[in-house]
C-alpha cells in the first residue's frame, strides 16, 4: 500500500483543472450521504449506522478542505480576514434575506409544514427551551460558519478552476441547496421544498458573490447568520403553536 506522502505528491503532479475535479469529487457526495443516512437508515432500525455515518461526513467536511490546502495546495491556513465594508455589505444583506423568510411564514404558515413535523421534532429532542437554545445556536453560528467554508471558500475556488466565476457561484449554489432538499422533504410539504430550495439556492447566490467580492468569509456568514437565525425561530414557532 503506498504511503500518504507518494499519493499527495501524485495528485499534485495532476493539472490545476484535475485536482479542483478530483477534490469536488471527494467533497460534493459527503452531506447528502451524511443527511440521506442519519434521516432514513433509522427506518431500517439502523439507528446507530445513520449517526455514525453523519457523524463521519460532518468531520469529512470539515478535514478535507484544509488538508486538501495544506498537503495539495501547499496553502497555509488563515482566518479570511475582512475589512470593514464587507461586514457592512453582509449586515445589509441581512435585511432582505430575514425579511423575505419572515413574509413567507406569514404567508404561507401552516399549508408549508408536514402535520407530523413537530413530533419528528420531538423525536429529535429539541422542543424543550433549552434543547432548542442549544440546536439554534449551534446551527446559526456554528453549522453556518462551517457552510461558508465549506461551501464558499472550497467548493466555490474549486469549481472557479474549472468554469469561472459566475458558473462556480451558481454551482457551489446548486450542490450547497441539494442535501438541504433531502431535509426540506422529510419535514415539509412539496410547497416547503420548492420555496425552501428556491430560498436556499438564491442564498447560496448572496454568499458566493459576497465571497468573491470580499474574498472572505465573513460577510457571507453574517447573513447567513440573519437568514438561519430567522429560520430558527420559526421552527421555534411551530413548535410551540
Given at each position: 500500500m503506498?504511503?500518504?506522502s507518494s499519493i499527495f505528491e501524485k495528485i499534485r503532479g495532476l493539472s490545476a483543472a484535475k485536482k479542483a475535479l478530483l477534490a469536488l469529487l471527494l467533497i460534493l457526495p459527503a452531506p447528502l450521504l451524511g443527511i440521506t443516512?442519519?434521516?432514513?437508515l433509522p427506518l431500517l432500525?439502523?439507528?446507530q449506522v445513520g449517526q455514525a455515518i453523519w457523524l463521519f461526513m460532518k468531520v469529512w467536511l470539515i478535514l478535507m478542505p484544509v488538508?486538501?490546502?495544506l498537503y495539495i495546495d501547499r496553502g497555509t491556513l488563515s482566518w479570511s480576514p475582512t475589512n470593514g465594508r464587507g461586514v457592512l455589505a453582509g449586515l445589509l444583506w441581512s435585511i432582505p434575506v430575514a425579511t423575505v423568510l419572515l413574509g413567507i411564514?406569514?404567508?404561507?404558515k401552516d399549508s408549508l409544514v408536514d402535520p407530523e413535523a413537530k413530533q419528528k421534532m420531538d423525536a429529535l429532542g429539541i422542543?424543550?427551551?433549552a434543547s432548542f437554545l442549544i440546536f439554534a445556536s449551534t446551527m446559526s453560528l456554528a453549522n453556518s460558519l462551517m457552510e461558508e467554508y465549506v461551501w464558499r471558500w472550497f467548493v466555490f475556488s474549486k469549481w472557479k478552476?474549472?468554469?469561472g466565476v459566475w458558473p462556480a457561484i451558481l454551482l457551489s449554489a446548486l450542490f450547497f441547496t441539494v442535501h438541504h432538499v433531502v431535509i426540506l422533504w422529510d419535514f415539509g410539504s412539496?410547497?416547503?421544498v420548492f420555496l425552501g430550495s428556491s430560498g436556499l439556492f438564491v442564498g447560496g447566490v448572496i454568499w458566493g458573490c459576497l465571497y468573491n467580492k470580499y474574498n472572505s468569509i465573513w460577510p457571507g456568514w453574517i447573513c447567513h447568520v440573519a437568514a438561519d437565525t430567522m429560520i430558527m425561530w420559526i421552527v421555534w414557532r411551530i413548535i410551540t403553536a
Open positions: 503506498e504511503n500518504p443516512a442519519s434521516l432514513y432500525n439502523n439507528v488538508l486538501w490546502l411564514f406569514w404567508i404561507a422542543t424543550s427551551p478552476v474549472l468554469v412539496l410547497s416547503l
